[in-house]
């Protein structure tokens, strides 16, 4: 069953509870497994009101305004911009810190 523009409240023992995000309405439905789909978009509204002038400034994406994801990401997408500001080519992929796993070095 599809449930658009529902907000889960609450799940379990085979149910899932909802809101609905412009009534307010509650409501329970049966269920064994729980997937949620939500809208990943891209936040750029700004940058496109800003992109339509013409500035005495240059602009740049970074972030949710690329590709919406985890806030670790939207700073590292920042850091690495600021770092490379002013610099030219590509730099390849970006790198990524990983936590070191239990027992390993």
Do not use: M, W
Not at 3 to 18: C, E, R
Request: hydrophobic share 30%.
């Amino acid at each position: 069953t599809l449930l658009p523009s529902q907000i889960v409240t609450g799940q379990g023992n085979g149910t899932a509870q909802f809101r609905c995000a412009y009534t307010g309405r509650e409501h329970v439905q049966q269920c064994q497994t729980l997937i949620l789909v939500t809208g990943r978009l891209p936040a750029d509204g700004l940058y496109g009101r800003l992109a339509k002038n013409p500035a005495p400034f240059s602009l740049s994406r970074v972030g949710d305004c690329l590709q919406p994801s985890s806030i670790a990401d939207a700073v590292y997408s920042a850091h690495r911009f600021a770092r490379g500001f002013g610099q030219s080519g590509a730099d390849g992929p970006p790198r990524r810190e990983r936590p070191p796993l239990k027992g390993r070095s």
